[in-house]
Every structure is written in C-alpha cells, then in structure tokens.
Nanobody
C-alpha cells in the first residue's frame, strides 16, 4: 500500500513555472512507476506524464511535451512534475498516481492503483 500526497499547486500567471511534488509513504516507493494526471473543470481526467520506477521510461502527453518534466527521487520517496511556460489551459487539479507490478508508467488511469488527493494549479492569462 502506498499513500500519495501532492503539493506545490497554486495560482500563477501564463509563462510562469511551477513544481509539483508527490510525497509517498507506506510501501517501497521505488518499486512503483508513477504518473501525473490532471482534471480541468467539466472535463475528463487526462494523462500528463509517467515515469518508470528507476527514473527512466518517461512519457508525456503531446500538450505538455517540451514544457513539463517528470522526475523522481527514490531515496526521498518523492515524485515531481516540473512545469514551465504554463498556459491557461494547464489549469486543472493535478494528481499523482502509482502503479503496481510494472516497470513503466502508463497513460491509462485504470492501470494505476494508488492516487493522491490532488493539488490545484490555476494559470491566469
């Protein structure tokens, strides 16, 4: 069992940067690939980025490629999403998730077993 807690969200202006953190506790976090998803008001939750349990095998949604970076520090049981050049359309609640029994992450939310409560990111124009 892994418990995930996101932090780092906030209100920023378009073009700003923000780093989201995902603190893991419970089982050995380094065994779990992780992903970041987001849900904007009135929309379905969507994939943002994923990373394998060793820190490799990173994948990104086309909408964030080149602007966002997913990384992790297994020694600290932490996952991160560094966001640059934020746009108003990035406004959403951001969730981190962990996946059992695999090396890499996934863009499909039903393949994740553990979720955080989410952190709000609001980008003003």
């Amino acid at each position: 069992q892994v418990r995930l807690v996101e932090s780092g969200g906030g209100l920023v202006q378009a073009g700003d940067s923000l780093r989201l953190s995902c603190a893991a506790s419970g089982d050995t976090f380094s065994r779990y690939p992780m992903g970041w998803f987001r849900q904007a008001p009135g929309k379905e939750r969507e994939f943002v980025a994923s990373i394998g349990w060793t820190g490799g095998a990173t994948y990104y949604a086309d909408s964030v490629k080149g602007r966002f970076t997913i990384f992790r520090d297994n020694a600290k049981n932490m996952g991160y999403l560094q966001m640059h050049s934020l746009k108003p359309e990035d406004t959403a609640v951001y969730y981190c998730a962990a996946r059992r029994g695999a090396y890499g992450g996934s863009r499909y939310e039903d393949e994740y077993d553990y979720w955080g409560q989410g952190t709000q990111v609001t980008v003003s124009s």
